[in-house]
């Protein structure tokens, strides 16, 4: 407040000010942040190396832990349904989210009410939509009324998770092509009017200029799919009743942490649980900044 | 105090009058003292209320308020439990009862838990019993069941040994159900049948019935050891002895070649295979003449499926007779706060009077055996009859991941993907782990 006393400040001062007030902006925010994320983040580290339980330490494990899960089957079970799930819904959603951007980024008639319509999925809560799921999948179900089969889609080991993945894929787009959308309509016009001057076809403007141009939108659009798509829990649970079923097809990591923390009540395995995925995630994310930061330079 | 000074240096940037800054900082000093003295208050309110509860003066009759919480139920056993509550506050006018059913219940209790907060009376599912009696979570009730003078011979002992550990008591159960056939009884005298009462029955019939049956199967099948594993005890097998898992042994195998048999020869199969969520649905749609389940069938069918008829029959013997129970216990956290009233509230629902009360509509079975009740709706003295040889739903802290691991090997059996021996040779190593 001393500042304020002194008539002629220099550029220094001005700058120290500055930025006080940019801290004074942001520390609410921040301090939440702090206190709800990066503090509970520290703290599953620190519990991963416990037995740990409700009422808290029960006993120092050191790494074994971390031993344990190396030879748990199930978690490895998990963690091979949960990469299988990333591999094939991540480039799909991204497929999918891209043409819907692609489409309703045109003059179109009824442009608003199509991105609202593609959007909507996103919107609505996904226990719900996989409840409905549940009914149009069923062996009775709209589905199988439609194919004139009687397949059990969520009942088979061969479908289960392959039909999680379906759901996933179109209840996500929505959010997909928003993202899209937003970096379509950075992309300057002239370099459009170039190319047209130049006599380029729409197929190749598309591939030449635009998916090109879009690295930007393309990195964190699989940044967050990829993100997404490791942590998928709600409909493996719901689907399963929890149990990660038929025959361990349906059984994530985070439903197997789920379970681990809530049903064995072993908090310490669990959060090693959660260090695994996280070291997963950040190197998978870190490798994606790599790839595309050098497509971004050739 | 620095954070607050920053935030009146961001308001006074904004363009406002100097003078404006001063009244900000005195109403958020302002605030700032209201907070201190409501948290205060706050404090000084329920330290006052916990002596209120335990301090020398409990040897008055215990008073305030209880809180009491379960999972999620039906509106009409949410009813119920209401009226027993109001019930126990009229001959206990000291004491206010606050209830409140909790959705994702393990979840939000662990929660509690941690905080050091649960609820004074809560529900335990026998199935979590031991794992959350071992974390230290729920209060031994011996003291309080001596000074009392509370008599526990009349409860069903095998439902008592899911909620004791170490030679203590940590609850009551409140209520119970075993597995028991539920037959539709118009299908089963289509075809001349009558209810089976044996393995080799049970297969004669569910033949019978194919007919019966058009577009499902006779009977539903969930492939889950909290079904079959009826069909164990009746071979005289068991899973556990002692320390010991069992899964590998003859009588254990030869239950489940006759389990999975009935659905591998086609006599019946799983609720999704019906088109069915579980198999009290199957039963309602008529996508299956027979399933195995418990008295929680009704009120559910004559609700959903009212022209629907069927009964409850006693389950089928093997060797012997066996069966599940599934038990919940009223408990009480090392960590409530108004113990002498919760017990109150404990010997009150599971004693006589309020266990009469709680079992009168039917929904589920008395825990004790001093209670008779005549309960709307089909005969429950098939259930009655299973409490001589039903087993309690209750295993060793750890066996949570077994059951996992076991149901869906028992799924890749249903689905021809996995062999009999070598599942169970894969649940006894998982049990063999989670006993280590």
């Given at each position: 407040m001393a500042t304020e006393a002194r008539s002629e400040r220099s550029i220094g001062s001005e700058r120290v000010r500055e930025a006080l007030v940019g801290y004074a902006f942001v520390f609410l925010p921040l301090a939440s942040f702090l206190v709800f994320f990066f503090y509970p983040l520290g703290y599953a580290f620190y519990i991963s190396y416990f037995d740990w339980g409700p009422l808290g330490k029960i006993e120092s494990l050191g790494l074994e832990n971390y031993r344990d899960l190396a030879d748990d089957e199930l978690f490895h079970r998990a963690l091979k349904n949960t990469l299988r799930y990333t591999a094939i819904v991540v480039p799909l959603q991204m497929a999918l989210g891209l043409s819907l951007a692609v489409v309703v980024n045109q003059a179109l008639r009824f442009r608003t009410l199509f991105r609202a319509a593609f959007y909507f999925p996103a919107l609505a809560s996904s226990a719900a939509i996989t409840a409905i799921a549940l009914y149009i999948l069923a062996s009775d179900g709209l589905l199988n009324a439609l194919l004139g089969t009687e397949k059990a889609w969520f009942g088979e080991s061969g479908t289960a998770l392959e039909s999680i993945m379906a759901l996933n894929i179109w209840t996500t787009s929505g959010t997909m092509m928003l993202f899209y959308l937003a970096a379509l309509q950075a992309i300057p016009t002239d370099v459009y009017e170039a190319a047209a001057i130049d006599g380029a076809k729409s197929w190749r403007t598309f591939w030449r200029i635009t998916f090109p141009l879009l690295k930007p939108g393309h990195f964190f659009v699989a940044v967050v799919s990829v993100i997404g798509s490791l942590q998928v829990f709600d409909q493996a649970f719901i689907v399963s009743g929890g149990g990660g079923g038929p025959n361990y097809s349906t059984m994530t990591v985070v439903l197997y942490l789920y379970n681990t923390a809530i049903e064995g009540v072993r908090f310490g395995y669990a959060a090693a649980v959660g260090v695994i995925l996280f070291a997963l995630i950040f190197t998978l994310t870190v490798v994606q900044r790599l790839v595309f930061g050098r497509m971004e330079s050739a | 105090m620095r954070t607050y000074s920053l935030l009146i240096i961001t308001v006074g940037r904004g363009g406002r009058k100097r003078v404006k800054r001063g009244n900000v900082s005195l109403k958020l000093g302002g605030l700032v003292v209201v907070l201190i003295l409501a948290v205060s208050i706050g404090a000084g309110a329920s330290a006052g209320k916990r002596t209120k509860g335990q301090g020398p003066a409990a040897a008055n009759a215990p008073s305030g308020t209880v809180t009491l919480s379960g999972w999620s139920v039906g509106a009409t056993e949410e009813k119920l439990l209401k009226q027993v509550i109001s019930a126990f506050e009229r001959s206990h006018p000291k004491i206010k009862v606050s209830y409140d059913a909790i959705p994702n219940y393990d979840q939000a209790m662990l929660a509690k838990f941690s905080a050091r907060r649960p609820p004074d009376v809560f529900y335990v599912n026998s199935e979590k019993a031991p794992t959350w009696i071992k974390q230290g979570l729920i209060l031994p009730l011996d003291s309080y069941i001596k000074k009392s003078k509370f008599a526990?011979?009349?409860?069903?002992?095998?439902?008592?040994?899911?909620?004791?550990?170490?030679?203590?008591?940590?609850?009551?159960?409140?209520?119970?159900?075993?597995?028991?056939?539920?037959?539709?009884?118009?299908?089963?005298?289509?075809?001349?049948?009558?209810?089976p009462k044996t393995w080799a029955q049970l297969r004669s019939v569910a033949q019978k019935l194919r007919s019966a049956v058009p577009g499902g199967k006779p009977l539903c099948l969930a492939a889950e050891w909290q079904r079959m594993l009826a069909f164990v005890y009746q071979n005289g097998g068991s899973v556990l002895q002692g320390n010991k898992p069992t899964f590998t042994s003859t009588k254990v195998r030869q239950a489940v070649e006759f389990y999975v048999g009935l659905q591998k020869s086609g006599l019946g199969d799983q609720a999704s295979k019906l088109g069915a969520g579980w198999c009290g649905e199957a039963l309602g749609k008529e996508k299956a003449a027979i399933s195995f389940e418990g008295g929680w069938v009704y009120p559910y069918l004559p609700e959903n499926f009212p022209s629907m008829k069927?009964?409850?029959?006693?389950?089928?013997?093997?060797?012997?007779?066996?069966?599940?129970?599934?038990?919940?216990?009223?408990?009480?956290?090392?960590?409530?706060?108004?113990?002498?009233?919760?017990?109150?509230?404990?010997?009150?629902l599971t004693g006589r009077t309020g266990m009469k009360l709680w079992s009168s509509k039917g929904l589920v079975l008395p825990a004790r055996k001093d209670v008779k009740v005549k309960p709307p709706g089909p005969s429950r003295a098939p259930l009655l009859a299973a409490a001589a040889s039903a087993r309690a739903w209750a295993w060793p802290p750890g066996f949570d991941k077994v059951w996992t691991v076991a149901n869906n090997e028992l799924g890749a059996v249903f689905e021809g993907k996995q062999t009999i021996p070598a599942m169970l040779k894969k649940i006894n190593d998982e049990a063999e782990d989670a006993l280590n």
């Open positions: - | 526990v011979a009349p409860f069903y002992p095998k439902l008592m040994t899911a909620f004791r550990a170490n030679g203590k008591t940590y609850g009551f159960p409140k209520d119970w159900n075993p597995l028991v056939l539920q037959i539709n009884t118009a299908m089963l005298a289509k075809v001349k049948a009558k209810p069927w009964k409850f029959f006693p389950m089928v013997k093997g060797k012997q007779a066996g069966t599940l129970a599934f038990t919940a216990s009223y408990s009480m956290g090392t960590h409530s706060k108004n113990k002498e009233a919760g017990w109150e509230l404990i010997r009150y």
